[in-house]
C-alpha cells in the first residue's frame, strides 16, 4: 500500500479529486484546509478542477478522491474510468460513502416515480439513476464520511498515504465523542431523536456542542454496529412515532441494509 | 486524624486562595440535569450539591487524549511529551470518585506504572465532599461511602459550614497557613451536626447491607438471561464506560503529519462497548457480539478485581444515569445475585 516507499520524499504522489453528483462541498473543504499549500508542495494533483483548469478526467493517480453519489449514468461511467486509473480510492463525504440525502427515495418510490414527481413530464439532459454509494458499483478503498468531511481527518487520510501507511476508520459512534466533549446529553435531558448512538465518530459531535441533535451526516457505524432497533426502542419509549424515525434515520442512511429489518422489529410491519 | 471547621462563607475565601496555588475544578451546574468538574472562574459557582459528574475526575490525572510523543522517521528520534508539574486542584469529589482514583493507582501506579498519570497525580490535590445518595448510588453496599484515605482534606456538610478532616501531609499544609483565620476547632456540637448527617445519609440509600458476594455470583451466572434481554437494548454507545471513574482502556494511534517524516503518538479513552477494542490482528475479536461486550463490562466491573480488594464498580450510579437506553445497572446486578431486601 506504501505510496512513496522508496522514494524519500523525492517523487510526489499523484493525487485526484473527482467529483460525481453532489454539491461540490467536500471538494471545497478539501480545497481550503489551512494547510492546502502544503498539500499541493507534497502531492501532485492531477486532476481537481477545483484548484486548477489543466486538470485531466480521468488521470492516472495512486489516489483517487471521490464525491459525490452514483446518480446518472454519466457518473457511473466516470466512476468505472477513474477507479481503472487510479491505485488507491477514497470515498469522500457522505453522498459518495453512504448515497447522501439524494438516496432518500431509496426503497421507497422508483426512480421514474421519483423523476414524475421532481420534474412531472420535463425532460432532461442525461439519463438518471436512483442515487447509490459508489461502493455498489465498485470497489472502495477507503471511506473518509462527514457532510463535509473533517479538517483533521483530510489531512490524517492524505498524511498517512504519504507515509505509506493507511487511515484507520473509526468503527464507533457519536456519542462518545460527545461525551468526551463534556455536552450534557440531549437525548436524556430533552427527549430528542438524536442518532449520536449509530452514527460514526469523527466530528467531535459537532452539532449536539452547538445544541442541536445529529442527524447522522456521517452514516451509520460501519461493520454492522449501528443499533437501529435499540436506537428505535430508546425513542419509541419517548413517544416518538415510527414515521418520525424512520424519516430521520435515513437523511443519511437510506442504504443500510439493516435499517428497515431493525426497524420493523421494533415497531411492527405497520407505521 | 486532624480536625477543623470552617464557615460556608470562609470556605468560598478559602476556594479563591486554592485558585492561587494552581487550576481549581470543582463540580458546576451544566445543564438542567447534568453536572461537571469545571474550572472555577466564580467561586461562588462551585455547587456543593450534586450527586454526580457527567465526566469522571480520573481525566484530570488520564485525559481524555493525550499526545505521548512525536517523532521524526527520518531522523529515528522520538521526544516525549511528559506533563508539565502545574498543579490541579480538585475540589468536591465524593467518596466514590475518590476510591475509583485509588483503583486507577492501583492499575496505573503500583501495577504499571504510567509515568504521565503519576506525574499528574503527584501535582494533584483532592480535596473531598460529603454528600446524600440518589436512588442510582449505591456505593454504601461496595462499602466505600466512606473513605479514610486518597484525599488531602475532606469537607463534611454542617448546618453552618464544614468539619473538615485533613488526610496527607498536603492537606495539613492547605489548613496550616489559615488556621485560626479561615479555619476553626471543632466543638462537639459539629461533631453532633456531622453525625446527624451520616445517620440520615445511610437511610436514604435504597440499598442496604452489603454486595461483597456479588463477584461470585457473577462469576457463577455468567449466561444469566438479563445479559440477553438488556444487551439488546444497549446502543453501545460506550457512555456507561467513558463516564465510570474507574474505566482505563485507552487505545493509541500514531498520528503522521503533512510532511510525511514527522507525526504524534496520542493515547485516547476507548471503550469495551465498540467492536475494535476486542479487535486483534487477523481480524479475530475476542468480543464479537453486542451481548459479548455488554457481557464484559457487567464482569469487568464486579468481578475482576485482580489489583484491589474492592470491585472496580464504586456504585457511582453514572453508567445507569448517563445510559440513554436506561438500562439499569444496578437492577440488573441485583438480579443476577439475587439480592432483594431494600431495593425500591
Ligand atoms: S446527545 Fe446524542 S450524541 Fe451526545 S451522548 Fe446523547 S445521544 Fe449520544
Ligand atoms: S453531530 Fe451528527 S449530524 Fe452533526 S456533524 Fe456530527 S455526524 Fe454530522
Ligand atoms: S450507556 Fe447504555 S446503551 Fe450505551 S453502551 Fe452503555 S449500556 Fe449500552
Ligand atoms: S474493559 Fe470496559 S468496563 Fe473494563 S475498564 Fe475497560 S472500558 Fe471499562
Ligand atoms: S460501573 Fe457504573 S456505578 Fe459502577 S463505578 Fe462505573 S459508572 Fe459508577
Known sequence: MAIIDGCDGECQPRVGVYALTSCYGCQLKLATVQKIMEIANAVSFESFYMLSSASKHPADVDVAFV????????????????????RILVALGACSVNGGVQSWAEGEMTHEELHAKVYGTGKIGMKGLQATPISKHV??????????????????????????TFPEPKD?????????AGNPCILIERGEPCLGPVTTAGCKARCITFNVPCIGCRGPVPH???????????????????????ERFRIFGAHNPNLEPMLKKIYGGTD | MRYVKISKQNTYEFLERLKKIGTLYA???ISEKFFDFCEVDDVKDVMFEYQRTIRPPRRFFYPEREVLFTFDTRKVELYENLPSDKKQILFGVHSCDIVALRTMDSKFIDDQPDPYYKSRRENGIVIGLSCLPDEYCFCNVRRVEFVDAGFDLFFHELPDGFLVRVGTVVGHKLVDPYEGELFEEVCPDDTENMSKFE????????TQGNWDNLR???????????YIRESEKCLGCGNCTLTCPSCKCYDVQDIPSIDGRT???????????????????????????????????????NSYCSATTTSFCVGCGRCTYFCPADIQFKKNLMEIAGYKGGYS
Not at chain 1, 454519466?74 to 481503472?84: F, G, H, N, P, S
Not at chain 2, 440520615?200 to 435504597?206: D, L, N
Request: net charge negative.
Open chain 1, 139 to 164: 470497489e472502495v478503498d477507503y471511506y473518509l464520511p462527514g457532510c463535509p468531511p473533517e479538517e483533521d481527518e483530510i489531512m490524517y487520510f492524505i498524511s498517512a498515504f504519504l507515509f505509506g
Open chain 2, 263 to 301: 507525526g504524534e503518538r496520542i493515547r485516547f479513552w476507548d471503550s469495551c462497548q465498540f467492536r475494535s477494542h476486542g479487535l486483534v490482528a487477523g481480524d479475530h475479536n475476542f468480543r464479537e457480539t453486542k451481548q459479548d461486550r455488554f457481557h464484559n463490562r457487567y464482569q469487568c466491573k
Open chain 1, 67 to 86: 464525491e459525490g453519489s452514483v446518480s446518472t449514468e454519466k457518473d457511473l461511467e466516470e466512476l468505472y474510468e477513474i477507479r481503472k486509473h487510479s
Open chain 1, 172 to 180: 464507533y459512534p457519536v456519542c462518545s465523542e460527545c461525551r468526551l
Open chain 2, 199 to 206: 445517620e440520615k445519609r445511610t437511610s436514604m440509600f435504597t
Open chain 2, 216 to 226: 461470585y455470583f457473577m462469576e457463577l451466572r455468567l449466561n444469566h438471561p438479563m
Open chain 1, 224 to 246: 454492522d454496529t449501528a443499533w437501529f432497533d435499540s436506537l428505535a426502542m430508546t425513542f419509541k419509549n419517548k413517544g416518538i412515532s415510527k414515521d418520525q424515525v424512520r
Open chain 2, 27 to 29: 463540580p458546576h451546574k
